[in-house]
Structure formats: C-alpha cells, structure tokens
C-alpha cells in the first residue's frame, strides 16, 4: 500500500441504506434507500459516490489544464457523474456502473479538450478506485 496522506472515517448506523452515516469534517447525513425508477427522497450511497467522484474528477481535470497551459477561468469545467444500481445476474444482487461527463465554458475554442479529460480520468483517485484500483479490506473490529 502506498503512503497514506488523507484518511476519512465516517460510520454508518441504523438500517443500512435507511440509516445515517455521520463522520469527520462535519458528515452527517440521514440515508435512504434510492427510489427505484424514481427520485430519492434524500441522500443514498449512489448520490454520495456521485458527488464524491464528480468533485474529484473536477479537481483533476482543473490540475490537467493548469499543466497544458489552459485558462481554468475561460474554460471553466463542468463535471457530472452519473453512479447507476444494475442487478448482478452473477450472484443475484448488484453491481454499480458509473459514467463521468465533463464540459467545459467556451468548449468549442478548447483544443485538446478530450484529451485533457483521459488524461484527468487517469490522475483522479475515485477514477483510479472505481476502475479497480482500489486497497480494500472488510475486518471485524
């Protein structure tokens, strides 16, 4: 494993997807379950993920564009991630996909603009752990 910088602990109580989940830095929210096919009605794991991953990416894309030389002021990004619950036929549970879009202002005057979002997919940490890299461990404590 690699040198640890940053770690978040944050502990999850109640019925698991219809609970809380408080931690450091000011976390506390009540969760529940996502409405299928429909709107939550408040904060789910897939809402969270999301918006941990589109915050991430966004950072990453703005340190790509700093080292290409791109005004981050007028091609100011835009990012939303999509984190999706599918049914997993394997074992009969589920699964997440995800998908990241980025924009950007002034799009059409960026050149390089596609690259600059491989390239920030490959930096970002949540990219990182969703493609499988990811140290995980699950110990009873």
């Known amino acids: 494993m690699s040198d640890t910088i940053y770690t978040q602990k944050?502990?999850?109580?109640?019925?698991?997807?219809d609970g809380r989940v408080q931690g450091d830095g000011g976390i506390d929210f009540d969760v529940r379950p996502p409405k299928i096919n429909g709107i939550s009605a408040g904060?789910?794991?897939?809402?969270?993920?999301?918006?941990?991953?589109?915050?991430?990416?966004?950072?990453?894309?703005?340190k790509m564009m700093?080292?290409?030389?791109?005004?981050?002021?007028?091609?100011?990004?835009?990012?939303?991630?999509?984190?999706?619950?599918?049914?997993?036929p394997a074992d009969g549970g589920?699964?997440?996909?995800?998908r990241i879009t980025a924009r950007f202002k002034d799009q059409d005057s960026l050149e390089g603009a596609?690259?600059?979002?491989?390239?920030?997919?490959?930096?970002?940490?949540?990219s990182k752990a969703l493609a499988g890299?990811?140290?995980?461990?699950?110990?009873?404590g």
Request: aromatic share 8%; charged share 20%; glycine share 8%.
């Open 66 to 88: 700093g080292e290409a030389g791109v005004d981050t002021a007028a091609h100011a990004p835009e990012v939303d991630a999509e984190v999706s619950l599918n049914r997993d």
């Open 10 to 17: 944050v502990t999850a109580t109640g019925a698991g997807r």
């Open 94 to 98: 589920f699964r997440l996909s995800g």
């Open 43 to 62: 904060v789910n794991p897939e809402s969270l993920l999301a918006a941990a991953w589109s915050a991430c990416f966004n950072g990453a894309l703005q």
């Open 114 to 126: 596609q690259e600059l979002v491989d390239k920030a997919h490959q930096f970002c940490p949540f």
């Open 133 to 140: 890299e990811f140290d995980a461990e699950a110990v009873l």
